[in-house]
């Protein structure tokens, strides 16, 4: 399961610009405390294997991109960002069974109670910016992990910079909570 | 198991008996003055207490370790090995021969006895200043179950503390804060509530949700946290004798984090964000929502009372980057009392009232600090690649912080530090460790 880990990861790079979260898919994922991060989406056997159908979560994940990134300290969406949540919104748009959740996540440079405020804040950014091209409010909410679950582990800004994101998570069917 | 609740007050009252003495050396030369800065620890001499019967042998040497541990680990003193004795203690109303204990340069002597019935301990003690040839205050008796035996020893510890630096103790006290496992992109995280040492850990929840940063109650029977129980963030208050939650009335439609108890014990102070606005609110007792205390739309957080409860401190990004303002309980104009470079972060009032604590980054180092209420004699106590989340001791003399390690193995552990900055100390946690707050000194 390692080897597959670290192979995605390359496969990753080489993708550059939908490069999707290797954590959610590998060992572990939706074990203890996930929360609304782990929904069993995208079983290893999914990845990369091209021809997703358009309506399902791992084509929203893997084709339009389930996350946006942030700059230190920051909530403002970048044209990139932009880009990414304009596709997710026209997605959610041709797929309205699907409710989401938006989590807003920070690096761990920071105490934990400020970046519990800073995610909030980066989640409610991506929020605002789907209903403002269409999406019905009532079928999103945010939440925020703060530095609770980086993707990345490493203690360095190329780390940071992924783990500085909003992750819009798909279901089928109504938000709960 | 933890025996809060069968120690009662009157169990444990400090009886002051028979062989009390005359209490003249109280203002003589054994002193610590803990704020001039103690480089020379203080040497004492602490001969196993006496075993006053056949059961009571092994408690007696178990109390004896556990209170010099105490007094040694504040830095302030250091205990005189026995193998340098040239006398014994072999029962605890013997005449102290104090030119055996000069002639070994201890300056306090603790003597003390245990003795047990059934499953009640009892504990005796008393203290000498062995340069002034006098009793340093009267002997004092202890009683409790055989359970709290570590109690016991940290009163006696606690008294000898107190006795000698003027200050009060706080070794009698517990901790609680969120006990870690597995790494930091799948971290499990379960609540729990030890000894201040690290003895007697007990975990309050499972590891099914994420939990952080719990708060002591001042009268320490409860705790507030936030869980992700409901896949959100909220705030949560338990019990912690009977491991039992309370609810407590906060909106759930809003994520609501970082809560504190009030003075009195019922009012609670936290966070709530909105909209993706975090801002203060407050909940009194009795009360079915919340009253909010800030407005702004910048990030305000982390709010901690003064110890008279007119005043609130906290952490606020109105200024740009994440600095410390006071404003009154009620609300109303803040004031920043921040003003050094870097960001501030997660203040903490001292139970003292005379300082705050906080965690600085600056540079790519965290660091834990304190300065005066009002943001002047601003000093940096720890340094490190990661330090955050200040506790007091109940006597506003230590501090105890989480420090993370870096990188992809990274970890946590809990540290203690003194005010003055000396004697950082690691906490002893059977896993990783985070988020301690300390209680009040138990009664």
């Known amino acids: 399961m390692r080897g597959f880990k670290v192979g995605l990861s390359i496969l990753c790079v080489a993708g550059l610009a939908a490069c999707s979260d290797p954590g959610r898919f590998g060992p572990g994922a939706g074990g203890p405390g996930m929360g609304p991060g782990a929904n069993g989406f995208g079983q290893p056997g999914s990845v990369g294997q091209g021809a997703l159908d358009p309506s399902s979560a791992a084509y929203f994940e893997e084709t339009v991109g389930d996350r946006v990134l942030f700059a230190v300290d920051q909530s403002t969406l970048s044209d990139e960002a932009r880009g990414r949540l304009a596709q997710q919104a026209q997605w959610l748009s041709r797929n309205p069974e699907y409710t989401a959740v938006i989590e807003g996540h920070a690096d761990e440079q920071g105490t934990r109670e400020y970046n519990l405020a800073l995610g909030a804040r980066r989640a409610a950014s991506a929020r605002d910016f789907l209903v403002a091209q269409g999406v019905a409010g009532s079928r999103l909410r945010t939440v925020t992990y703060g530095k609770e679950r980086p993707i990345e582990i490493c203690s360095t800004e190329e780390c940071y910079n992924q783990n500085r994101r909003a992750v819009t998570v798909i279901a089928a069917g109504g938000l709960t909570g | 198991m933890i025996t809060i609740r069968t120690i009662a007050l009157a169990a444990l009252a400090a009886l002051a008996t028979g062989f009390s003495v005359p209490a003249t050396a109280q203002d003589g030369p054994l002193r610590i003055e803990i704020t001039e800065g103690v480089v020379e620890p203080l040497p004492f001499a602490l001969p196993t207490f006496v075993a006053e019967d056949g059961g009571a042998g092994e408690l007696a040497a178990d109390i004896s370790q556990v209170v010099a541990a105490d007094l040694t680990g504040t830095g302030l003193f250091r205990r005189i090995p026995s193998?340098?004795?040239?006398?014994?203690?072999?029962?605890?109303?013997?005449?102290?021969?104090?030119?055996?204990?000069?002639?070994?340069?201890?300056?306090?002597?603790?003597?003390?006895?245990?003795?047990?019935?059934?499953?009640?301990?009892?504990?005796?003690?008393?203290?000498?200043?062995?340069?002034?040839?006098?009793p340093l205050g009267e002997g004092l008796q202890m009683r409790g179950s055989r359970e709290s035996w570590r109690r016991l020893a940290h009163k006696v510890a606690d008294a000898v503390y107190s006795r000698i630096t003027g200050e009060s103790g706080y070794f009698d006290s517990r901790v609680v804060?969120?006990?870690?496992?597995?790494?930091?992109?799948?971290?499990?995280?379960?609540?729990?509530?030890?000894?201040?040492?690290?003895?007697?850990?007990?975990?309050?929840?499972?590891?099914?949700?994420?939990?952080?940063?719990?708060?002591?109650?001042?009268?320490?029977?409860?705790?507030?946290?936030?869980?992700?129980?409901?896949?959100?963030?909220?705030?949560?208050?338990?019990?912690?004798?009977?491991?039992?939650?309370?609810?407590?009335?906060?909106?759930?439609?809003?994520?609501?984090?970082?809560?504190?108890?009030?003075?009195?014990?019922?009012?609670?102070?936290?966070?709530?964000?909105?909209?993706?606005?975090?801002?203060?609110?407050?909940?009194r007792p009795g009360a079915s929502t919340p009253e909010q205390l800030t407005d702004a739309p910048s990030i305000e957080t982390a709010p901690s009372y003064s110890?008279?409860?007119?005043?609130?401190?906290?952490?606020?990004?109105?200024?740009?980057?994440?600095?410390?303002?006071?404003?009154?309980?009620?609300?109303?104009?803040?004031?920043?009392?921040?003003f050094g470079q870097g960001r501030y972060g997660t203040p903490v009032w001292s139970p003292r009232g005379d300082l705050i604590a906080f965690t600085k980054q600056n540079q790519g180092r965290f660091h834990i600090g304190v300065m005066r209420t009002d943001g002047s004699e601003e000093r940096l106590l720890t340094a490190s690649f990661l330090d955050e989340g200040p506790t007091w001791a109940p006597n506003g003399r230590v501090l105890m912080f989480t420090r993370e390690s870096s990188g992809a193995g990274g970890s946590s552990s809990l540290y203690s530090v003194d005010v003055s900055g000396r004697n950082l100390s690691l906490v002893d946690t059977p896993e990783a460790a985070s988020d301690p707050a300390w209680s009040p000194l138990l009664p």
């Open chain 2, 307 to 338: 110890p008279d409860g007119n005043r609130i401190v906290f952490e606020s990004d109105r200024s740009g980057t994440p600095q410390l303002y006071v404003m009154p309980a009620n609300g109303g104009e803040a004031r920043r009392i921040s």
């Open chain 2, 83 to 134: 193998e340098a004795f040239v006398s014994e203690v072999t029962e605890f109303t013997s005449t102290v021969t104090y030119a055996n204990w000069k002639a070994i340069n201890a300056q306090a002597l603790i003597t003390g006895a245990v003795t047990t019935e059934g499953d009640t301990v009892t504990v005796k003690f008393r203290l000498f200043d062995v340069f002034s040839e006098a």
């Open chain 2, 177 to 283: 804060f969120v006990s870690e496992q597995g790494p930091k992109d799948q971290r499990q995280k379960r609540l729990a509530v030890m000894d201040y040492d690290g003895a007697n850990v007990q975990y309050l929840t499972d590891g099914r949700s994420l939990v952080l940063a719990p708060r002591f109650s001042p009268s320490g029977d409860r705790v507030l946290y936030t869980s992700y129980e409901s896949g959100f963030p909220q705030i949560y208050q338990m019990d912690v004798g009977s491991v039992t939650p309370r609810p407590l009335p906060v909106p759930a439609e809003s994520m609501t984090f970082s809560p504190r108890y009030a003075p009195d014990g019922e009012t609670i102070v936290f966070s709530a964000a909105t909209n993706g606005n975090t801002d203060i609110y407050r909940l």
